[in-house]
Each structure stands twice: as structure tokens, then as C-alpha cells.
């Protein structure tokens, strides 16, 4: 009856501990996990980011871009204008076939959120979703493990007088194997 028993409770840690974010973290965890103000971060302070529980392989280098409606990389933003904030995971390992990834957007002054991000609606095709953990802060992430290493986001800036804003992103490139070791 013991062994039931600890057998029950170790696995019951084992969900509560360790929860898979196939999903997305804030969907899942409902963490912010960027490297951004604010994010959780690790007992050391520092930012607690996807490599924090995924190891083993090279790790991806992640970019995000802010593109106009022309097509242009853009490093200042309109007020009001929609742009795609692009986050793309350059990964050289082909061991490496799933890609997820969280973003947001802060107002540099304060470290507010921006929440100029839309909502996909059909996230099957965007390849994305948004997602509001407790603190109020929402993200943009994967849904589910993306075959495709780019996420493109609408973003709508925010109004004139907002001042200078920072977007921050984390991405993951993953073998599939169901597990952190990877």
C-alpha cells in the first residue's frame, strides 16, 4: 500500500512540477519567460528563459525584426500603424525540428506592456496566439510545436507619446522527444 501510495505522490509532483508548455509557457505555466523586466527569473536573478528547462543540443540564436507594410525592417515605429513583429529561430542543428517561442512588447520608461499585439483568431494558420498570465502582462507564443522556424505577430503601435518600446522574445528549437533533453 506504501509503494501505491508514493508512487501516487511522486507522480502527482511530477505533474505539478514539471509541466509540459507544448503550448506555450504563459498558456501553460502562466509565466512570462522572455528575459524581459518583470519576467520570472532564476534564484540567482537572473532571467529564467526556455533554456532554463530545455538542454542537451546547441542552442537556436532568436531574432525578432519589426516589419512595415512595405516589407521594410523598421527600427522606430507610427503611432497607430500596424507592423509584424517577426520572431525567427536560426537553428543550424538537424536533430532540430520544432520550433516554439514567447514575445512582448514594453514601453522602455516603465516597463509597462505595450498589449499591441492582435489576436490571430485561427492560430492553426498563424502559427501563434496570445496569452494573459495573473500579473496582467500579455504574450505572444506558439501554439503547440510549429514545423517553422518564423512566428509573424501583428502588432499595432501604440499612440504618440508612448516613447521608445522593447520588444523581447524567446525561442526554442526542440527534437521532439517529449522531454527537456532537447
Known amino acids: 500500500k506504501f509503494r501505491l ?7 502527482t509532483l ?3 512540477v514539471l509541466p509540459g508548455n507544448k503550448n506555450g509557457r504563459a498558456s501553460e505555466a502562466k509565466k512570462g519567460n522572455t528575459g524581459a523586466p518583470g519576467d520570472e527569473t532564476n ?3 537572473t532571467p529564467r528563459i526556455c533554456s532554463y528547462c530545455h538542454f542537451g543540443a546547441a542552442g537556436p540564436v532568436t531574432y525578432i525584426y519589426l516589419i512595415d507594410e512595405s516589407g521594410d525592417t523598421v527600427t522606430q515605429y507610427l503611432p497607430g500603424r500596424k507592423y ?7 537553428n543550424s542543428n538537424p536533430n532540430l525540428t520544432g520550433y516554439g517561442f514567447q514575445m512582448i512588447a ?3 520608461a516603465d516597463s509597462t506592456d505595450i498589449k499591441g499585439f492582435s489576436d490571430p483568431g485561427n492560430n492553426t494558420v498563424n502559427n501563434y496566439k496570445l496569452a494573459t498570465i ?7 507564443e506558439h501554439d503547440n510545436i510549429s514545423s517553422s522556424k518564423q512566428f509573424d505577430v501583428v502588432w499595432t503601435a501604440p499612440t504618440a507619446g508612448t516613447g521608445a518600446v522593447t520588444f523581447y522574445a524567446a525561442g526554442n ?4 522527444n517529449g522531454s527537456t533533453s532537447g
Request: proline content about 3%; glycine content about 8%; charged content about 15%.
Open 43 to 45: 534564484l540567482n536573478g
Open 14 to 16: 511530477c505533474f505539478l
Open 173 to 176: 528549437a526542440v527534437n521532439r
Open 84 to 90: 509584424k513583429a517577426q520572431v525567427f529561430i536560426d
Open 5 to 11: 501510495i508514493y508512487l501516487l505522490f511522486a507522480g
Open 106 to 108: 514594453l514601453r522602455n
Open 134 to 140: 495573473p500579473n496582467g502582462r500579455t504574450y505572444a
